[in-house]
């Protein structure tokens, strides 16, 4: 057996993933409280990105509406990231072989490269271009990449229940 399947299949059989498994409540509430997350998550960030397509808040500097919804977005994070670890354990050997599991934790990990390339690049110069109600190109094609990336992760989350 590989040792990520092993590793899984230890977290499916122990005390907390059984539990969390077999409780009438507790898988159903994270799992509320993970869709809450991602909606703090990805609407914060959904705001910024439709802000740097020119779609909503034009007159708003980028920054202003960056330093205003971090907080919640990385409030989001947190609840996301940990009720999801919860979801996991409780199914982690399920999720092991499960294709739409395997996209989204894929789709995750593109999406975090994302913005580390967007903060690293074109935002280091946003003073130039935030005024401008709609960003430079580099910009645009950053949010629309956060937004179909987001848009994947919530559909392979919800087609993890159907395989």
């Not at 059989?13 to 809450?36: K, Q, Y």
């Not at 909606?39 to 779609?55: F, H, Q, S, Y």
């Not at 950053?142 to 919800?158: F, Q």
Request: charged share 15%.
């Amino acid at each position: 057996m590989p040792l990520l399947q092993h590793i899984c299949q230890l977290l499916y059989d122990s005390h907390v993933g059984t539990a969390i498994r077999e409780s009438d409540n507790a898988f159903p509430i994270i799992e509320s409280v993970h869709v809450l997350g991602i909606t703090l998550l990805v609407g914060t960030i959904a705001l910024l990105d439709l802000r740097m397509l020119g779609l909503v808040l034009r007159p708003i500097p980028i920054t202003r509406i960056a330093r205003t919804v971090f907080p919640l977005t990385w409030s989001g994070f947190v609840v996301m990231f940990t009720s999801g670890f919860l979801l996991f354990w409780a199914e982690a050997a399920k999720n092991y072989s499960n294709p739409a599991f395997r996209v989204k934790l894929i789709l995750l990990a593109l999406v975090g490269i994302n913005p580390l390339i967007f903060h690293t690049t074109i935002y280091r110069r946003v003073h130039e271009w935030e005024a401008l109600t709609i960003s430079p190109w580099r910009a645009r094609a950053a949010a629309i990449a956060s937004l179909t990336l987001w848009s994947g992760i919530i559909i392979a989350g919800r087609a993890i229940a159907y395989f």
